[in-house]
C-alpha cells in the first residue's frame, strides 16, 4: 500500500512570512498532484507535476518534484490570508484506487492578517 | 464548461434513518464518477467509483450504496445511517480512464448522524 505523509499537519504564521509544506513516500509514483480545499468546498487542482526534479510556478507558489519522485514541496512566498485552506498532495501510482490517486491527508494553513 | 453540483449541502439525520446524496455532472459524456469521504484526521477515502451507467464499484464495504442511473447522475445512499457515518461527502468525476486524470470535485456534503 502506498503511503503519502504530509507535514506539518497545521500551520499558522502571519501574512508576509514565507512557509513550505512537504508530502514525503517510501513509494515511487509517476507524478503528483496537489489539491487546495477552502472550508466546506471540494479539493481543487493547483498542479500537477511529472519529471523527477520538476519545478513548476504557480505566482507566489512553487512546487517541486522529488529527483526520485517519492516526494514533492510547495513553497508559499509572502503568504497572504487568501492562502489559508487545506493543502492535499495526491500521488498517481500502482497502489493508487480506482481513481488512480492516493491523498494524503493534508496541511491545515492559516495565514493571519 | 463543465460543472458539478451536489446536494443536499448540509442534513442531520438520526442513527437508523436512511440515506440520499445526489450528484450530477454537467457538460460532458461518460465521465467516470466518484463518492469520497473526507473525516478529520483521515484523509480523503474513495467510496465508490463509476465508469458507466450501472457500473459501480466499491473500495471500503460499509453500510453505504451507490448507483448510477444515468451516465451523468450518481447517488449515495443508506438504508440505515450509522453514527460513524458522519463526515464531508465529495462527489467526484474526471475524464477517461487513465490513472492519474485530474478529480473534480464537487462542493460537498455536510452529514451529521446523531
Known amino acids: 500500500t502506498q503511503l503519502l505523509e504530509q507535514s506539518p499537519q497545521f500551520l499558522s504564521i502571519q501574512e508576509g512570512e514565507n512557509l513550505t509544506v512537504y508530502c514525503n513516500s517510501s513509494?515511487?509514483?509517476?507524478?503528483l498532484q496537489w489539491y487546495r480545499q477552502e472550508p466546506g468546498e471540494g479539493p481543487v487542482l493547483l498542479v500537477t507535476?511529472?519529471?523527477?526534479?520538476e519545478v513548476k510556478k504557480l505566482k507566489r507558489l512553487t512546487f517541486q518534484f522529488g529527483d526520485a519522485r517519492k516526494d514533492s514541496s510547495l513553497h508559499i512566498t509572502a503568504a497572504q490570508p487568501g492562502d489559508t485552506g487545506l493543502y492535499l498532495c495526491?500521488?498517481?501510482?500502482?497502489?493508487?484506487?480506482?481513481?488512480?490517486?492516493?491523498f494524503g491527508k493534508g496541511t491545515h494553513l492559516i495565514i493571519q492578517p | 464548461s463543465q460543472t458539478i453540483h451536489q446536494w443536499p449541502a448540509t442534513l442531520v439525520q438520526p442513527v437508523g434513518s436512511p440515506l440520499s446524496l445526489e450528484c450530477t455532472v454537467e457538460g460532458t459524456s461518460n465521465p467516470n464518477l466518484y463518492w469520497y469521504r473526507q473525516a478529520a484526521g483521515r484523509g480523503l477515502q474513495l467510496l465508490f467509483y463509476?465508469?458507466?451507467?450501472?457500473?459501480i464499484s466499491s473500495e471500503v464495504p460499509q453500510n453505504l450504496s451507490a448507483s448510477r442511473p444515468q451516465d451523468r447522475q450518481f447517488i449515495l445512499s443508506s438504508k440505515k445511517l450509522l453514527l460513524s457515518d458522519s463526515g464531508f461527502y465529495l462527489c467526484?468525476?474526471?475524464?477517461?480512464?487513465?490513472?492519474?486524470?485530474?478529480?473534480?470535485f464537487g462542493e460537498g456534503s455536510w452529514l451529521t448522524v446523531v
Open positions: 507535476v511529472v519529471t523527477g526534479g
Open positions: 513509494s515511487v509514483f509517476s507524478s
Open positions: 463509476s465508469v458507466g451507467i450501472g457500473q
Open positions: 467526484a468525476w474526471s475524464i477517461g480512464r487513465r490513472s492519474g486524470n485530474t478529480i473534480y
Open positions: 495526491a500521488g498517481v501510482g500502482s497502489g493508487g484506487g480506482a481513481d488512480g490517486l492516493t
